[in-house]
């Protein structure tokens, strides 16, 4: 039985790979969010009494509606003052805005207060902002409350931040939501997610996007990929339940994503993608893609390009991966790897394989390992494999014990196996069965197979069933042969084919002597594997054909077992043959079935010469029958040797 994974093709692990932790990227999720906090500050978070108060958008850049502002101010108008200060800080006109904002604060006026405060703040002069956020606050400002909090989070007054962040928070203000939402969800608090969903309804893009993260991560067809069915119980129903529920939840998120993505997140734009190409929306998927690698996200160029080879389009593909690897994505430097390989570039691929390395990714290792070895270069593949078999990687630490077994090294071999198999290798687990029952050690190989074959391994469920077959333990061999001959083995169902058959009563005799045939599931079985190429299989369906009467049938899955080197097979052609009165085209298929060892090949061989009288042949054929057997028919070929030898010597 050869071992699994000596073959394998390139690794990928997926339109766009995920490391571990919350977010695929930490500092460009923190620079992201900091950039959006940092416009909103000095965009929204400048108050004027109409904006904070009627919501009437200030026009600005107008030299008109300056020139009116100034007028005002001069003749001591502490509103117009406020917001000529907010318009030169947007501006950042810093030095022209403070005696403005200054003047207007000492007249009362509360958004003045506030973004004196940010213009402080820009100017690094946070405690003195802090002071001036604080007088706003206090008089009412919720853009103030939500600087004032940040500001003594940062400081690490984390009760003084969630109290204003709070404040900001139930006054309806975005930018405190979800700032307290982030607080919240630091400390582990159950409260976070009702605050980044209000900050998210609000129209705060980064809000949406974690909050589409923790619906995603909640929803077990997150991690699965597909809805789960009944439990360990094997509850069908609360397994249909968890499945509405995970779609209910995974709609949701996407909703999220739709709402950030829209709102120029790149990363929602990337999910967004994943999940509706998950679900066959590939136009739009494409579309979303598209969109985030355009605003620079190296994982949707990578998608993209996969989407794009999907459908058959690899010049294109070729392009965005290109420009996500040299953006630093691992994966797509693996595509392009795959794709120079693929075109016979071995030197170009290797280049690539190389660069996913150096972007972190260890499935460069193992696919430079799987080119080395196809190459040839046995010792460098087992460098790189175990490079990759050491960062982790499964299937690298089972081909590299594939490769040391092969080598004679079982005893080496067999740590990367369990280190393989523990990782969830299907192909290793079965390996190890392998390994346990070459050593006479069936009871652990069982253990193994068992494992593979819940796994979906054929070849593994196939010895499960024939193990539990010699148990005796009929039931659980069938389930098991069922799984293996289901998944295309065709062993499997010759010998699912064997149980059925031994369990098959007598046909019915029909009424005008005729035996009534319809065609069973064991027949079928045996069709299944026919068909397969599995010889014993051809010979079964032959026989059972014969007993129908179709002679040609018969005929033909004989000679195909036959041609393929079935000594059964020929010599029931032979039969066949014969019947029909084509004895000398039958003697050629018994001779080959006798020179195979077929015994009663050979006695049939020794009876046609005996017939035509070249009795030295007939009894040649005749001592060949007998050391061939079995026992009925070496008696009957010794008696017909010692009749030819009689009359040889008379």
Known sequence: MDVMGDKATLFETGRFVQPSGEEATPDESRDETADAVE????????????????????????????????????????????????????????????????????????????????????RGYADEAAGWWRVAAVAGSAAAAHALGRHCRECGDEPAAEYWLRQSAEQGHALGAYALADLLEHRADSGAERWMRAAAERGHREAAYRLARALDRRNPQYFDGDARDAGEDGDAGKGGAAGAAGAVVQAEAEQWYRQAAARGHRRAALHLGAILERKGELKEAGRWYLTAAKEGEARAACALGFLLRDAGDTENAAIWWLRAAQDGDGNAANALGALHAERGQTQTAERWYRAAMDAGDDNGAYNLALLCAEQGRTAQAEQWYRRAAYAGHREAANALAVLLLRGGDTAGSEPWFSKAAEAGSVDAAFNLGILFAGRGEDTVALRWYERAAAAGHTEAALQVGIARLREGDEQEAERHLR?????????????LAAVLDARRPPQPAHELGEIAHEKTECEEWYERAAQQGHRRAQVRVGMLAAARGDVCEAARW?????????????????????????????????TRAADDGHGRAALRLALVYARRGELAEGQRWADRAVSLGPGEVARRAARLRDALRQELSA
């Open 558 to 590: 004989y000679r195909e077992a036959a041609e393929a080197g079935s000594r059964n097979g020929a010599f029931n052609l032979g039969l066949l043959l014969a019947r029909e009165g084509s004895e000398p085209e039958a003697v050629v298929w018994w």
């Open 39 to 122: 416009t909103v500050e000095t965009d929204e978070t400048v108050e004027t009494e109409e904006t904070a108060e009627t919501g009437v958008t200030v026009e600005t850049g107008e030299a008109v509606e300056e020139m009116r502002l100034r007028l005002a101010a001069a003749a001591g108008d502490a509103e117009a003052t406020s917001v000529l200060g907010a318009m030169l800080l947007r501006r950042g006109d810093l030095d022209g805005a403070e005696p403005h904002l200054r003047a207007a604060t000492a007249a009362g006026d509360r958004a003045a207060a506030n973004n004196l405060g940010v213009l402080l703040h820009q």
């Open 483 to 495: 799984c293996a001959a289901g998944g295309g083995s065709a062993e499997a169902a010759y010998r």
